[in-house]
């Protein structure tokens, strides 16, 4: 079946740097990849839109300049959290649309110390 | 304020007992699903529902979609332990495959 691949599933990083999350489409192909934000015990909140070849479409409240996207094959987008500060830790899940539904990786946590 | 509504945020359930989890919206929904989620993990999809009136069965869990295609429940029958975890409803919302908003969740704990 559809599978997604994300990378890393764990982050820990210093205030201040940037840090990078691989979504990857392993066996097909990913025209539009969607990124979410999970807080503990709260539900996925949709960041952007990442569509191959195309600037991502970010969500309200959401900053692009902080949370770079880049969907430059069919196969792969990144989210750069760049700046990280403690208030970003969160859980990040990257999702695929597929013709009959949709498929998500399995998460990544990030920590900024 | 959260387009899809998530009713009970918590659920604590006695083992082999039956419960149900409702998701509402004020928009119509354009296909809802249904997924589960071990906190800090990933997504495990349930079940899709696209058509008002629709029902699917899988194992022990049951999900429906109304008519009017704005409330759906998923119904478990004779929980067990394995079925504790975070519930999510996702839906489109404006149609046309856009995008998949979620559910405030519904966490359930079964208990021996």
């Known amino acids: 079946g559809a599978v997604v691949s994300q990378h890393p599933s764990r982050v820990i990083c210093k205030s201040g740097t940037s840090v990078k999350i691989e979504c990857r489409s392993l066996d097909f192909q990913a025209t539009t990849m969607f990124w979410y934000r999970q807080f503990p015990k709260q539900s996925l909140m949709l960041m952007a839109t990442?569509?191959?070849?195309?600037?991502?479409?970010?969500e309200q409240g959401v900053e692009k300049d902080k949370f770079l996207i880049n969907h430059a094959s069919l196969t792969l987008s990144t989210l750069t959290v760049t700046s990280a500060h403690p208030e970003d830790s969160s859980f990040y899940i990257c999702?695929?649309?597929?013709?009959?539904?949709?498929?998500f990786g399995s998460g990544t946590r990030l920590t900024v110390v | 304020s959260q387009e899809l509504e998530q009713s009970p945020q918590s659920l604590i359930v006695q083992e082999g007992k039956n419960l149900t989890i409702n998701c509402t919206s004020s928009?119509?929904?354009?296909?809802l699903y249904w997924y589960k989620q071990k906190y800090g993990e990933g997504l495990i999809f349930l079940m899709m529902l696209q058509k008002g009136g629709e029902e699917k069965s899988h194992e022990k869990i049951t999900a429906k979609l109304d008519e009017k295609k704005q409330q759906s429940s998923l119904h478990i029958t004779a929980s067990q332990p394995s079925h504790a975890g975070i519930y999510l409803c996702g839906a489109d919302i404006k149609g046309g495959n856009e995008k998949l908003t979620f559910g405030t969740g519904t966490r359930l704990t079964i208990i021996p």
């Open positions: 990442s569509n191959e070849g195309s600037k991502a479409t970010y």
């Open positions: 999702s695929a649309r597929r013709m009959h539904g949709y498929t």
């Open positions: 928009k119509t929904l354009y296909g």
